[in-house]
């Protein structure tokens, strides 16, 4: 899908990087980019994080690193009502480039090519002290808690969110019909949706919507939305007590049989496994 530019330079100002806790009654779709590094810590909150060609559940001590120019959001509000926070830090190459230069900095150089398809760290508590102090600091110090948390990163493993390194397309041409399409997708993918309906949704044709939508997100539409339902199903495996019959239908899948072969190939293991190893784990 397309994305839009974030304008990150206009909201630090003068500060050689930006950082900011954000309080909202929900996280909404926003689907955006910009060249700057971004490290973001939910607070509190649940959801979707959808980073490049990645679609996952998150919830609160979700933390995330992102190279420059990966298209991202997180979407969601919690089911209780309560209000959903982020720390956020986003830092250009401008500003880091001559750290990384040092040898002391050739680990954090390597982290942050690392961050090209997106990196997922288990946060732990003096790292998210660390998160939630760095607002308060000023001037210098808050350069060296930035660099501090970075250092700390270098020292975890992470996992990559995108499986191959995501190539976003940077442009406005198509970024109101993607968000639209994208938008709809994920307040309906829990019932049936057809490549007409959303063709129509955008005034086009289905031939040229494939063409478009494959364009614009490196998938296609119907892996697209089978990604999306999975992991929902994913979630549903763990924290429910639902049948598998019933978790199929509610996440939209016309049938189980239907269900099975795309959470194998998804997954690659059948959702019954997937529920019990789940279940061994929590």
């Not at 230069?101 to 090209?116: P, Q, S, T, V, W």
Request: include cysteine; aromatic fraction near 12%; charge should be neutral.
């Amino acid at each position: 899908m397309k994305a839009f530019l974030e304008d990150i330079p206009s909201k630090k100002g003068k500060a050689s990087f930006y950082s900011t806790k954000i309080t909202v009654q929900s996280f909404e779709f926003k689907w955006h980019y910009h060249p700057e590094y971004e490290l973001t810590y939910i607070v509190s909150g649940s959801g979707y994080r959808i980073v490049g060609n990645s679609h996952e559940h998150f919830a609160s001590g979700d933390l995330v690193l992102l190279g420059s120019n990966l298209p991202h959001t997180w979407w969601g509000k919690n089911e209780d009502g309560s209000l959903s926070e982020a720390i956020l830090i986003q830092f250009s190459n401008e500003f880091i480039e001559p750290f990384l230069r040092l040898n002391e900095g050739h680990a954090i150089k390597a982290l942050l090519e690392r961050a090209a398809k997106g990196l997922r760290f288990e946060s732990d508590a003096a790292l998210v002290d660390k998160l939630i102090s760095i607002g308060q600091t000023k001037e210098m110090e808050s350069i060296l808690s930035l660099l501090s948390i970075l250092q700390n990163l270098t020292e975890k493993s992470g996992s990559n969110l995108c499986p191959d390194t995501y190539h976003n397309v940077i442009s406005k041409k198509f970024e109101t019909r993607i968000n639209k399409v994208c938008t709809y997708i994920q307040d309906h993918y829990s019932e049936p949706i057809s490549l007409q309906q959303v063709s129509e949704l955008v005034f086009m044709t289905e031939s040229n919507f494939c063409k478009f939508f494959k364009k614009a997100t490196s998938t296609t539409f119907s892996d697209y939305v089978n990604d999306l339902r999975i992991n929902e199903a994913c979630h549903l495996l763990i924290y429910s007590e639902d049948n598998i019959s019933k978790i199929a239908q509610d996440c939209g899948f016309e049938s189980l049989s239907y269900f099975n072969r795309v959470f194998l190939k998804k997954k690659h293991v059948k959702p019954s496994l997937f529920r019990k190893n789940a279940s061994a784990i929590h």
